[in-house]
């Protein structure tokens, strides 16, 4: 589903943040980028989520090469992702159903048909109860399950996370790593970057360790 | 076509959510709109009118035409068929002795026709064309200069060329006008729409994160500029017509003053709608340079 070959990412200014990166992702798997801080799983996650470009090296996801694709394609590509990200990115002028139907927006679903959808997706991460809430108003746990609702809400083929944990008090992680691991188990890849080594206790993935850039 | 119709319907209702949400800046937006839109169109209005009235004066656009003192009758006559043939519209034969006459009863200018030894004037037609623009006024005249017999032919132009020149100039006048208030409309809808996606610019990063195109990004913008330009230009439609409909009494006063029949012509919904379109057209160019230019720091 996923096959990276030889990615790497120099910034402007040379820092090299990733080298020769290679590894490959089956569909369903569950996979996990580990590494200390600076060890490059950040920019991994933005290379496979297509925020930004590999200098150089090919990176395949369902047999379309992301590192060569024109501009105006990718959004369309970044549609099969469910992204969840360390300081979520919700919107705090909308409430927490608004942000889950933002995706669906973008796809051109019908207002009614998005609401269902929606709700539902809140289900999956138990805040239906909250859908009028403002983000501001949720827990950390809450946001981060928020997120996670807004992300699969269009029932993206891979989930993609990065250090959804982060933030949280343990108790608040455990329940997104059980998250996480109810969509695996439904079929859909997951792979997450995160330092929190609980999840390979937990869950025995596979893992993808980084350090200084390069797969270990 | 469902999902593209149900994408145009969200940003079309995006944008009057948008235009809704803040209502005084709206009407600030589209009174600025509005007036801007008011000065070249009541200018157009106004010339329109200026144009029918010069069309509709009668007995001005005229061509005079003296005849030789030696003219005999049998040459007034030959005129007078070839005036039937080829003036299109209105003539009448003015004798000498008449003007004489005239003359005559002119204020201090009967001593002075009294002491002519034998009356100077010649015999005249005055013609009134059907065609009165300048060009087909200049080609009769000269087609009659060299009729037999004709010793002078006066075009009465030379207000009609004055006038012409006059409605050229305000054309061009207004061309500039429109010009220019056409640009601060779009400068209005350019800033309206950047503070907007600047206040918007947390949505706008995460709608791109997560699939939105370039295009979802920009309609509701283009929506809300081309729907305040429109709602500008059916201000400005409704102010010409609000100003005309107070000029029109006292302008049919004057005109009866003169004898004339003259009213004012209001504008009618075509070009009420016109209006609207044009605002609507400025309105979405504004957008498309704005956004252009504020999504660039997204990418």
Redesign the interface.
């Known amino acids: 589903m996923i096959v990276a070959s030889n990615l790497s990412k120099r910034y402007p200014g040379g820092f090299e943040a990733l080298r020769d990166v290679s590894f490959s992702v089956e569909a369903g798997q569950m996979v996990l980028i580990t590494g200390h801080s600076g060890a490059g799983k950040t920019t991994l996650f933005k290379l496979l989520s297509t925020i930004e470009r590999p200098t150089a090296g090919s990176l395949v996801v369902n047999g379309q090469n992301l590192s060569a694709m024109r501009h105006s394609a990718i959004p369309h590509v970044r549609r099969h992702f469910g992204l969840v990200f360390q300081d979520q990115k919700l919107l705090f002028d909308r409430s927490a159903l608004d942000n889950v139907l933002l995706p669906l927006h973008i796809a051109g679903l019908p207002r009614r048909e998005a609401v269902r959808r929606g709700q539902a997706a809140l289900d999956k991460v138990g805040l239906l109860a909250r859908e009028k809430a403002n983000p501001i108003a949720l827990s950390g746990g809450e946001q981060q399950r928020l997120a996670i609702a807004r992300a699969v809400v269009n029932r993206p083929a891979v989930l993609l996370a990065d250090e959804p944990t982060g933030n949280l008090d343990a108790e608040s992680g455990a329940a997104i790593l059980d998250i996480f691991a109810d969509f695996h188990r439904v079929g859909v890849t997951v792979v997450v970057a995160t330092h929190d080594q609980s999840w390979i206790e937990r869950y025995h993935p596979n893992v993808l360790r980084l350090d200084h850039g390069r797969l270990m | 076509m ?3 119709l ?2 145009h319907r ?1 940003a079309l209702a995006s944008a009057f959510r948008r235009l809704s949400a803040s209502p005084l800046n709206t009407l600030l937006s589209l009174l600025v709109i509005g007036i801007a839109l008011t000065l070249p169109a009541f200018g157009y209005v106004a010339l329109d009118n200026l144009r029918a009235l010069g069309n509709n004066t009668s007995g001005v656009q005229q061509i005079s035409l003296f005849m030789g003192l030696d003219a005999s009758k049998k040459d007034l006559g030959e005129i007078e068929d070839r005036l039937r043939q080829s003036a299109n519209g209105r003539w009448r034969f003015v004798p000498k002795e008449d003007a004489l006459k005239r003359m005559q009863a002119s204020e201090g200018m009967a001593e002075i026709v009294a002491s002519l030894p034998r009356n100077p004037l010649p015999d005249a037609f005055i013609v009134e064309p059907v065609n009165s623009g300048p060009e087909a006024l200049e080609i009769l005249r000269k087609e009659i200069a060299g009729w037999p017999k004709v010793a002078h032919v006066q075009l009465d132009s030379a207000w009609v060329k004055r006038f012409d020149a006059f409605l050229r100039l305000g054309k061009l006048m207004l061309w500039m006008l429109a010009c220019l208030f056409g640009a601060g409309l779009v400068a209005v809808t350019f800033n309206t729409i950047r503070l907007q996606v600047m206040a918007q610019s ?2 706008i ?10 295009a ?1 990004v920009r309609r509701p913008f283009y929506y809300f500029g081309a729907l305040q330009g429109a709602l500008g230009g059916l201000l400005a439609a409704t102010l010409v017509l609000l100003a005309l409909r107070l000029l029109a009494g006292p302008v049919g006063e004057l005109a009866a003053l003169y004898g004339s029949a003259f009213t004012l012509r209001l504008p009618g919904w075509p070009e009420g709608l016109a209006l609207a379109a044009l605002g609507a057209l400025l309105g979405w160019i504004g957008a498309q340079l704005s956004v252009s230019l504020s999504l660039r720091k997204f990418d």
């Open positions: 469902n999902t593209w149900s994408l969200a947390a949505e990063e995460v709608a791109r994160m997560i699939g939105a195109t370039d979802f």
